[in-house]
């Protein structure tokens, strides 16, 4: 039963982000989506670790969305956090693309300041 609704709540954002990779609202409402899941604190960490990927990608195609770029960096910080508070190996996140995404981040909005402060925690 509690894998059923697991997989209701969160595989409904995470494949509507999938199946609407070129729509920007669609990968940024998907994205707060999953932060808020995130929050809630009822799935597993571990989840969302298959999903940074996803959410990257989402960030790279839409870079100059500030919009997405701020969703995606709250998730990832948020997956981050507690991937580390549980010792999980966080090797993803030193991924090339990953580092390239910051930084293709940070060139695109130099002047943004919470944007700055997300990459740079």
Not at 94 to 117: I, W, Y
Request: glycine content about 4%; hydrophobic content about 45%.
């Amino acid at each position: 039963w509690m894998a059923r609704k697991v997989a209701f709540y969160f595989e409904s954002p995470a494949e509507f982000m999938m199946s609407y990779p070129e729509v920007e609202e669609a990968q940024e409402k998907s994205i707060e989506r999953l932060n808020s899941l995130l929050n809630e604190g009822k799935i597993g960490v571990k989840v969302f670790l298959h999903l940074m990927d996803p959410v990257i990608e989402a960030m790279n195609k839409h870079n100059d969305s500030l919009e997405t770029l701020l969703a995606g960096f709250s998730l990832l910080l948020g997956i981050t956090g507690r991937a580390v508070a549980q010792n999980l190996n966080v090797e993803i996140l030193a991924d090339q693309e990953n580092l390239s995404c910051l930084l293709s981040s940070m060139r695109a909005h130099p002047d943004h300041e919470e944007l700055l402060c997300m990459i740079c925690t």
